[in-house]
């Protein structure tokens, strides 16, 4: 499964952002996907998780209200939409699959908010 993710670049606070990630390959029996952010010397974290239907959503606290993840089976793609970025929201955000337990990952997108 390889993961291509879009969408991130510079964004002031308290604006929006979206990111896409599309998935190829053997994109069959996919099951959770998601998204993650890193900051440097902190570990990666999970911002939002979907399951394969798209019925079952977990988000972040610090992410809660603010985010919404949503899935295309068809486009085997996943969504991130934030609003009212904050500079702590400033990150690598990484797209993630789960199949047959295995989990992929994407290289990543660089998201900064600036003040």
């Known amino acids: 499964v390889q993961l291509v993710e879009s969408g991130g670049g510079l964004v002031q606070a308290g604006g929006s952002l979206r990111l896409s990630c599309a998935a190829s390959?053997?994109?069959?029996?996919?099951?959770?996907m998601g998204w993650y952010r890193q900051t440097p010397g902190k570990q990666r974290e999970l911002v939002a998780l979907?399951?394969?239907?798209?019925?079952?959503?977990i988000y972040a606290d610090s992410v809660k209200g603010r985010a919404t993840i949503s899935r295309d089976n068809a486009k085997n793609a996943i969504y991130l939409e934030m609003n009212s970025l904050t500079l702590e929201d400033t990150a690598v955000y990484y797209c993630?699959?789960?199949?047959?337990?295995?989990?992929?990952w994407g290289q990543g997108t660089q998201v900064t908010v600036s003040s």
């Open positions: 979907t399951t394969s239907g798209g019925g079952s959503t």
């Open positions: 993630t699959a789960v199949r047959y337990g295995i989990q992929y």
């Open positions: 390959g053997r994109t069959f029996s996919i099951n959770h």
